[in-house]
């Protein structure tokens, strides 16, 4: 089961919302540190959540045609 940690981008979606993550890998040749992001959408599980917040989301099955991923828990 993955997990991952990011930031919320959106809570325009009945019980749905857009979870940001970004990891920083170094480029194949010149070993900068670059920074990839993508976005999940994820289940709030009845959770009252905040633009912003960072929270930790996990894998699921299928809930919809994009959503894979279900919110865990509120990270500060």
Do not use: C, W
């Not at 991952?4 to 857009?18: A, C, Q, R």
């Not at 959770?47 to 919809?64: H, R």
Request: no cysteine; net charge positive; glycine share 6%.
């Amino acid at each position: 089961m993955k997990t991952f940690e990011g930031k919320i981008v959106s809570l325009k979606m009945n019980s749905t919302v857009v979870v940001e993550i970004v990891r920083r890998t170094p480029h194949p040749l010149y070993k900068k540190l670059l920074r990839r992001s993508k976005k999940f959408k994820a289940d709030t599980n009845g959770l009252e959540l905040v633009l912003g917040q960072k929270v930790k989301i996990a894998e699921t099955k299928p809930m919809a045609k994009g959503k894979f991923f279900k919110v865990l828990e509120v990270i500060k």
